[in-house]
């Protein structure tokens, strides 16, 4: 079982940067596609962006695209979500998880095919 824990949220002006880190323990990363997802106040969980246990492959949804980088370095157990550009619809909690089931290059788009998640960490983005 691998245990995560988010960091680098807090509060960002519009238009500015944050890099947030998924650390990952008691297993090795290298064994799981992994996720970034976000839900604001009122509304459900959506994905943010995956990347493949090899890092071959990711995904970003369309309100991010251009604006959020993902990357894994499986040496340091850590996943990583480059947010530029941030705007006020990106303010949520960001939850990373970890995917077990997929194969090499590809991952999950879906909440229920990840099987462990972090904690949180909060995004807020001043208009």
């Known amino acids: 079982q691998v245990q995560l824990v988010e960091s680098g949220g807090g509060l960002v002006q519009a238009g500015g940067s944050l890099r947030l880190s998924c650390a990952a323990s008691g297993r090795t990363l290298s064994d799981y596609a992994m996720g970034w997802f976000r839900q604001a106040p009122g509304k459900g969980r959506e994905i943010v962006s995956a990347i493949s246990r090899s890092g071959s492959s990711t995904y970003y949804t369309d309100s991010v695209k251009g604006r959020f980088t993902i990357s894994r370095d499986n040496a340091k157990n850590t996943v990583y979500l480059q947010m530029n550009s941030s705007k006020p619809d990106d303010a949520a909690v960001y939850f990373c998880?970890?995917?077990?089931?997929?194969?090499?290059?590809?991952?999950?788009?879906?909440?229920?095919?990840?099987?462990?998640w972090g904690q949180g960490t909060q995004v807020t983005v001043s208009s």
């Open positions: 998880a970890a995917d077990k089931r997929s194969s090499t290059d590809t991952f999950s788009l879906r909440s229920y095919g990840y099987d462990y």
